[in-house]
């Protein structure tokens, strides 16, 4: 992933052309790949992206969790009930899927035991735990729950414990909402908990480095005029 980024960078400047890096969609002089450290977890992550959320080069978090999770997955759309890729796994048998969104009776993915439910489908049945996680802002996540019957179906999983974001570039309607990136690490901390997880330790962690990364960055630009920022911003002369 890395030379593949590093690659592009230097397209990016032998033509002074904007080209954004193929893993992390940020302008090659933005881009933060050099600090993946990517990692196979045994549970799945889908990334269910509203299209807005898609064109967020700055700060999204959603393709950085997708970079760092080698085995995760990412569809695009409004309306998933159209979208083929997600159909086709939520129908493979060897998957149980579950979608982490508030409801009165959820499931929870931070709790210290397995949910009952889960007992058949992962410990006899030995399916693939895989957590669908919705990449948009509140609004747009209420109205892809709205628009989706194959969403709203889905086995609802919550947290239960309290979490403050890290996410200090960017407001949030309120202080425990996390990021894409940090929604992630919380829920693999859970399934570690629960033993669903291996030991993920210094892998896991590239999480929460990644949303480092990107915070650090993003106030360097902002206190300092001479870093060209992702929104377009020059070098004073």
Partial sequence: LQQKAQRAAKNDDATNIRVSCPICWRKQSLC??????????????????HPKEGKKQRIGTGRLTKAVLENSHLFIDENMDENSGLANLLSDPTRHNVLLYPSRDPEYIDAPTLPQSWERPLLKEKKILTFHILDATWPCAKKMMRLSKRLRSMPKVSFQGEY??????????????????????VCYEGLKKMGLEKDLSEEHSNLIEMLEALVQFQLNCENDPNIPSSRGRRPKE
């Fill in 32 to 49: 933060l790949c050099h600090h993946l450290k990517p990692f196979r977890p045994r549970c799945e992550l889908a990334l269910l992206m």
């Fill in 164 to 185: 403050r974001s890290k996410f200090v570039i960017k407001h949030q309607p309120h202080e425990a909402c996390l990021s894409t990136i940090e929604t992630a690490y």
